[in-house]
């Protein structure tokens, strides 16, 4: 993990309604951009900047630290409080307490931080009541114990605390990268880097007008967008929402283990369709609680007497799924019919399941 | 006329391989591409890839009558899901709907839910023309568009490829139109490839 400088501007953390704190953050932005090019800005009040390059090159980790401390002292006439560790979490509170982390030290001073640095208030109470007290002891129990007792969130916590992620959830503004550009006059740049999601233009008008036109002649749902999220299979990972809804724009395309590998299927169904997969000698092909298929199958049935005949299959993948609260045992297999179509089913709770056709 | 639509470049860009297979490289503005493949052969894979270069380059796109879209193969073939409208159910209106988007969007995949009347191709077809949209017609040859197409990819054979899994299959097109694509030619395209993209056998 790469070791930061966190500078903590403290007069520039909370917003004045007269605009001076956005032209000051920039102001400090660009002073620090001239001594080191990666200079950021995480958020109204915290400056990140990589430490190596620039100790480097002037000569020492005390002369970058008294260089960026002038720096903002002349910019907006107030000392900032500065930090050093390994990612970005423990930097910013190295900041906060006017602290160098040696390095590869970070992983311990994060182990001995209080647990109320998590910023959760149930967790910390409950994690106290078991005798936890430091992030290090909440890093060390079981998450899958963390899952039996906690949200989502608390396991994304959890990452942090174990050190797999370098920074917070809420560390950083999105929309202040934004915000700058557009006070320095930028606009374009963004429009064009965001598109749908910064700054309009008439296409989206005129596709937002479209989309109206079929909305008063079918009906609201009738226009739906697309978006991706986590999941394993391509059923999981598609989200279709009428158009217009607000998670419209909600996008997630993180790494996900044990996703089922491209290619996808070109049709995925909404609501999957029962179907039975047959042996050579016609018995039903069951998928064992070990994951394996009790015979290889040759047929499948859609509803009789539609019938066809595998040449090929692979599988059966299995996933399972939220083992913390609710069994749920399915598994992919992937098949070729000799009619030359392809198919993704799903076995679940002892029945088999149309998913996907590769049309 | 609006002044925007004469600003607008006369073609859609595509994408690789079919670049290489259309007279001028690109979907001309106005024009209708009929897609025919026997179900469940590749055929709206094959439309779905043709919508992926215009679509990673800023233009919208609406997909009318697949009840189902594959959104990860879509995603997977390059489409920018940002810019896509689908209307997945259109019941009897799909023409109707269609007519619709055609000022919103530079593309419009159409799969009519049974055999196209002849009167509701034509008509969209003569609006396509005049909002300089492109349409794409999804048809099967049991239920063919009724009317010539300006492009013409006709699905002949689809075979796959798998190991441990479906790895890729190969179909084989038969491209041809009006204009210099008349000759019409057959091309082997890999739709989808192990990255579930297109490309050039």
């Known amino acids: 993990m790469e070791q930061l400088l966190a500078v903590w501007v403290e007069s520039l953390a909370l917003e004045q309604p007269d605009g001076s704190t956005l032209r000051n953050t920039l102001s400090v932005l660009d002073a620090l951009d001239a001594l080191c090019p990666f200079s950021e800005v995480v958020r109204l009040g915290l400056y990140a900047l990589p430490l190596r390059g620039p100790s480097r090159f002037f000569g020492g980790d005390e002369a970058v630290m008294r260089l960026v401390r002038e720096c903002v002292l002349e910019v907006v006439g107030i000392e900032p409080k500065l930090g050093v560790a390994e990612g970005l979490f423990c930097a910013e509170l190295a900041a906060q307490r006017e602290l160098v982390v040696p390095l590869g030290s970070s992983d311990a001073f994060r182990r001995a931080q209080p647990l109320d640095v998590l910023g959760r208030k149930d967790l910390t109470t409950t994690c106290q009541r078991l005798g936890l007290h430091t992030v290090g002891a909440f890093a060390d129990v079981d998450p899958a114990r963390v899952g039996e007792r906690f949200n989502r969130h608390a396991l994304y916590l959890h990452r942090v605390a174990r050190g797999e992620l370098s920074e917070m959830e809420g560390q950083r503004d999105p929309r202040l990268a934004r915000r700058l550009a557009l006070l320095r006059g930028e606009e374009e740049f963004f429009e064009e880097q965001q598109g749908f999601f910064g700054q309009r233009g008439a296409s989206d008008d005129r596709a937002d007008a479209a989309a109206h036109r079929v909305r008063r002649r079918l009906g609201a749902q009738a226009v739906v967008v697309a978006s991706l999220r986590g999941g394993r299979g391509p059923e999981d990972r598609a989200t279709l929402v009428p158009w217009g809804s ?114 | ?184 030619t057959e091309h082997v395209v890999v739709v989808p490839n192990r990255r579930g993209r297109a490309e050039a056998n």
């Not at chain 1, 395309?253 to 000698?281: E, F, I, K, M, Y």
């Not at chain 1, 290889?296 to 996933?319: K, M, N, Q, Y």
């Not at chain 2, 000022?103 to 159409?110: M, S």
């Open chain 1, 246 to 359: 607000p998670q419209a724009n909600v996008r997630d395309v993180a790494p996900w283990p044990g996703q089922l590998a491209a290619p996808s299927p070109a049709t995925t169904l909404a609501h999957p369709v029962p179907l039975q997969l047959r042996d050579a000698v016609n018995r039903p092909v069951v998928l064992s609680t070990r994951g394996t298929l009790s015979a290889e199958p040759t047929t499948v049935i859609f509803s009789s007497p539609l019938r066809r005949e595998i040449i090929w299959h692979a599988g059966p993948w299995p996933l399972v799924e939220r083992w913390w609260s609710r069994h749920r045992r399915r598994a992919h297999l992937q098949m070729v019919l000799a009619s030359g179509e392809a198919l993704l089913v799903v076995a679940e709770s002892h029945r088999w399941w149309l998913v996907g056709i590769y049309d």
């Open chain 2, 1 to 184: 006329m609006r002044p925007v639509s004469l600003a607008k470049s006369r073609t859609v860009p595509l994408g690789e391989p079919w670049r290489s297979f259309v007279p001028g490289g690109a979907l001309r503005r106005g024009s209708t591409v009929v897609v025919q493949a026997p179900v469940g052969l590749g055929g709206l894979s094959l439309a779905l890839s043709l919508l992926s270069e215009a679509s990673a380059l800023g233009h919208w796109a609406a997909v009318v009558g697949v009840d189902d879209p594959g959104v990860v193969a879509m995603a997977e073939l390059g489409v920018d899901l940002r810019r896509v409208l689908f209307v997945p159910r259109p019941r009897g209106a799909w023409a109707e709907s269609a007519a619709d988007l055609l000022d919103g969007v530079d593309l419009l995949l159409v799969r009519p839910p049974s055999r196209a009347a002849h009167g509701a191709a034509r008509r969209l077809m003569d609006r396509v023309r005049e909002r300089g949209t492109v349409l794409i017609a999804l048809s099967e040859p049991r239920a063919p568009w009724p009317l010539p197409a300006d492009l013409f990819f006709r699905v002949t054979q689809a075979e796959w490829v798998a190991s441990s899994r479906l790895d890729a299959r190969y179909l084989t097109v038969h491209v041809s139109g009006r204009g210099e694509a008349a000759r019409g």
